[in-house]
């Protein structure tokens, strides 16, 4: 019984419905002055173009903590969840200096946000090599 209301814990949170809309205004508040989303752009942090489904510390010119660098995540929307709550508790050692998103549905809907940022804006997108030719199977299924 306790593994079947996991079970359905677990698929509840995978499948959990943010709204990207929603999600483009938390990212602007919380996010955007330090991560861009756009390809191959550097602020503070990392690009977040195409974040969900890359492993965590894979933008190779971005220099990275050791802890992200090294966490072997990937990012999953289960595991940006889980991240966004409280960056450093999750991953200790990080350095984002971000207190983390206490509202559930904050972290839904920034998570569908981050999960839109897969198509590049302009034609020759850089800095998404990992995830290029994904791009290219979600653009092509669009
Ligand atoms: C004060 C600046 C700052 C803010 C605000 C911030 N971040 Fe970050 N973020 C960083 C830094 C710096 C890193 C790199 C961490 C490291 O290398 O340890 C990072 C890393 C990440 C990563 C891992 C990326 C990768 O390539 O592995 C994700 C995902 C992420 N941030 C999401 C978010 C989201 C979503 C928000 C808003 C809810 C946010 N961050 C707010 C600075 C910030």
């Not at 919380?30 to 933008?59: K, M, Q, W, Y």
Request: glycine residues 10%; charged residues 20%; aromatic residues 6%.
């Amino acid at each position: 019984m306790i593994a079947l209301l996991l079970t359905l814990l677990l698929v509840a949170t995978a499948n959990a419905a943010g709204d990207p809309a929603r999600g483009a205004e938390v990212f602007r508040q919380n996010c955007s002055d330090c991560h861009s989303r756009e390809p191959g752009e550097t602020r503070t942090g990392p690009t977040l173009f195409s974040v969900v489904g890359r492993p965590a510390g894979s933008i190779v010119e971005y220099p990275y903590s050791v802890a992200m660098r090294h966490s072997g995540l990937v990012w999953t929307p289960d595991h940006l969840m889980l991240y966004l709550r409280a960056p450093r508790k999750y991953l200790p050692g990080v350095k984002m200096s971000f207190p983390g998103l206490r509202d559930k549905k904050d972290r839904e809907d920034v998570v569908a946000f981050l999960g839109t940022l897969h198509t590049a804006p302009r034609a020759g997108g850089n800095g998404a090599a990992p995830q290029s030719s994904k791009s290219a199977a979600i653009r092509g299924s669009q």
